[in-house]
């Protein structure tokens, strides 16, 4: 005897041996013996033989016309015997039978299974639907062949052109343009990103990069909405008698910030921080203020920006030369023979900007030595060389204050680098961190910013404070820079707390703390009634966390694209053999350019050695760099080995986990971020 029956979803043939209860002892064609249930036989036969009969099925199965036997086995559910009666004309032989089973089987949209054996014709619309659904698919399948074809000869079929993001960087993996390019893919053994680059869906490796930001963080594009008005600022504002400039690269044109000395009659030394005051105008909740919201901070790269603020608000307020400026200024009163703060003083108004001087015309004039010597001739040489004094005053209060919080010394011989981008030529110009120029505005910027700090602070109201130091678990942890709504000490710059207030115009947080300095500065001891923001403010918490998630993101891409930018630097200088410094181990940085990599394998030097590597290959898709170590040149000298040693663990001042090379206002966080080795536009601000 032998049986057909049903195992795992297949059909199987074999011989009986034995049959106990409920199950027969069956041998298959091949020798092996299974136990099958007597429920999953469905024929019991004597002839033909077991191969015989399976390969005599698939034939008669092949051979039924479904569509005829749709129509024979009409509504009602039936066994396939009945029908098989109906269908062949006679009672259906064995082969005949198991034919019937398996074409059944095989058609699920004809008939719907009952059963073991048993089966219901579909409904003819029901029927239909299918078939036509078969038959898309069909077409879709001819469709993506076709995408195939064309992808794997790098042209980007035209109904996939509007689809080249969305495909790269969110892509729905049902559709059959996304199939496409996956097979197009496996077949050419390449990343999606390098067949788009190769098919011009993408036009170049930067544009990939600035494509994908955009798309994850600007998904309804960067640009403004049409006819947002200008917001009007207070009619009364006084005007302040004095003549102010700002220090900043030449690519800036959010102008934040700006300085005035004035020599009272009794020797005292009056110096104004001035900083454009947008808050003044643009009010919580209205639609500058939701776009800036959304936004949360200007976007750098090299040679290009992604501003807060759309370009005629920004022109508004940025503080330029020859304009009367609405301001927030910080008066700072102070006796110049040990330079002690005698008084401070806020207040909102308009500041006459008497110049926008810049660091690429001034940075070579004034230096520690022509500020000691009073040699050169350049604008505002008196107020400078004040400002200067302070500043080191500044600095050293700070340090004093970072020893007292168990830190060492900053570092401040470290070189960095402002991006310039020309026509897709870059030009990297080397900076050396706490320059004259540099420290004068970073100095100024921390003294505001932790003044204002301490000024909310005593009237009760909160700000967005950046707090370092005091934090629980190992030291990074320890010394990680939290984001706060109270006063909390930041050890690594050295002050009781910190407030970032000075960049209103590319930061909301500085802008939202501006309000919160302006309701202290006109409203005194009322200050908690007026402020926009209320103490424990569930909406400045909000901004916080928002405001984290942005800039940690701005500053990554930040970051890839000035990593890009240096390997095109390498290819446009045609750069194979150069000089580079041990940071850590594996871990170096070329002379030249801001461009770290590792170099896996490198023998134990001292931090700061200086090597010559020969550049293998890179690539500016992945971002990656092959390069080998030619020779160890020389042995770290004091500074390179200090420079060296900052970078690869930096100390109480580094902003441990944070983005390293956002840009800074006027480098006022040369203390906080002392990691970077990389600033771009608006570089020193």
């Excluded at 004068?440 to 910027?445: G, K, P, T």
């Excluded at 160890?632 to 900052?646: C, K, R, T, Y």
């Excluded at 006027?666 to 601000?685: H, W, Y």
Aim: proline share 6%; hydrophobic share 45%; net charge negative.
């Amino acid at each position: 005897m032998n049986l057909f029956f049903e195992e795992s979803g297949d059909f199987k043939v074999g011989t009986m041996m034995s049959h106990v209860g409920e199950a027969y002892q069956v041998e298959m064609a091949s020798g092996k013996r299974t136990k099958v249930k007597v429920k999953d036989v469905l024929l019991e036969y004597t002839s033909p033989e077991p191969a015989q009969l399976q390969e005599q099925a698939r034939e008669i199965a092949a051979a039924i016309d479904l569509e005829f036997l749709w129509e024979v086995a009409g509504q009602e559910e039936f066994g396939f015997a009945e029908l098989g009666a109906e269908y062949f004309g006679h009672a259906a032989l064995p082969q005949e039978a198991a034919g019937l089973i398996m074409s059944l089987h095989s058609a699920p949209i004809y008939f719907y299974k009952k059963g073991r054996g048993r089966y219901k014709a579909a409904p003819e619309a029901s029927l239909r639907a299918a078939q036509a659904g078969v038959e898309r698919k069909k077409q879709q399948a001819l469709v993506q062949a076709g995408y195939v074809d064309e992808l794997k000869a790098h042209r980007l079929p035209p109904t996939m052109q509007a689809m080249v993001l969305p495909l790269l960087f969110k892509p729905d993996k049902n559709t059959i343009e996304y199939k496409a390019l996956e097979a197009a893919c496996d077949a050419l053994h390449i990343s999606a990103p390098r067949l788009m680059l190769a098919a011009g869906g993408i036009a170049t490796p930067k544009d990939l990069h600035l494509s994908k930001f955009l798309f994850e963080n600007f998904p309804k594009g960067a640009g403004f909405p049409d006819g947002i008005a200008v917001p009007g600022v207070p009619k009364n504002l006084p005007l302040a008698a004095v003549a102010a400039f700002s220090i900043d690269d030449v690519t800036t044109t959010e102008i934040d910030d700006a300085f005035s000395v004035v020599t009272q009659d009794d020797g005292m030394v009056c110096i104004g921080i001035h900083i454009a005051a947008p808050a003044l105008g643009i009010r919580p909740d209205d639609i500058v203020d939701k776009i800036a919201r959304q936004r949360m901070s200007t976007v750098y790269m090299p040679g290009d920006k992604i501003t807060m603020l759309p370009d005629h608000i920004v022109a508004a307020f940025t503080l330029a030369e020859g304009t009367n400026c609405p301001a927030v200024s910080l008066y700072a009163t102070l006796d110049p023979t040990n330079w002690s703060v005698l008084k401070l003083e806020t207040r909102a108004e308009l500041v006459p900007i008497a110049r926008n001087l810049r660091h690429n015309d001034l940075d070579e004039q004034v230096t520690e030595e022509t500020l000691a010597s009073g040699e050169g001739d350049y604008p505002h040489k008196a107020e400078l060389a004040l400002l200067w004094q302070w500043a080191q005053q500044l600095e050293q209060g700070r340090m004093k204050k970072r020893e007292g919080f168990g830190l060492r010394p900053e570092q401040n011989n470290r070189i960095d680098f402002n991006f310039y981008v020309d026509d897709d030529v870059v030009s990297l110009v080397r900076r050396k961190r706490g320059a004259p120029l540099d420290k004068i505005v970073a100095e100024l910027m921390i003294f505001a910013n932790s003044s204002w700090g301490k000024m909310m602070h005593e009237h009760g109201v909160p700000g967005i404070y950046r707090s370092q130091g005091g934090g629980t678990g190992g030291w990074a942890a320890k010394m990680q820079v939290r984001m706060v709504t109270h006063a909390a000490p930041h050890q690594g710059l050295g002050v009781d707390q910190y407030a970032w207030s000075t960049s209103p115009l590319r930061r909301y947080t500085d802008l939202v703390n501006q309000w919160q300095i302006i309701a202290c500065a006109e409203h005194g001891v009322a200050a908690p009634l007026a402020a926009p923001f209320k103490p424990r403010d569930a909406n400045l918490f909000a901004i916080v966390s928002a405001f984290d998630a942005a800039y940690a993101a701005y500053g990554d891409f930040q970051s890839n694209m000035e990593r890009y930018w240096c390997l095109r630097w390498l290819g446009q200088e045609n750069a194979r053999q150069v000089e580079a410094v041990v940071l850590k181990d594996e871990v170096l940085r070329l002379v030249e350019i801001p461009l770290v990599i590792k170099l896996a394998g490198m023998p134990q030097v001292a931090r700061g050695t200086q090597v010559r590597l020969d550049i293998l290959r890179w690539d500016e898709i992945d971002l990656s760099i092959e390069a080998r170590l030619l020779e160890i040149e020389a042995a770290p000298g004091a500074a390179a080995e200090s420079e060296a040693e900052s970078e690869a663990e930096p100390d109480a001042a580094v902003q441990a986990g944070a983005a390293a090379n956002l840009p800074q206002d006027a480098d006022e966080e040369l203390a906080e971020l002392a990691s970077p080795t990389v600033i771009s536009e608006p570089a020193i601000e």
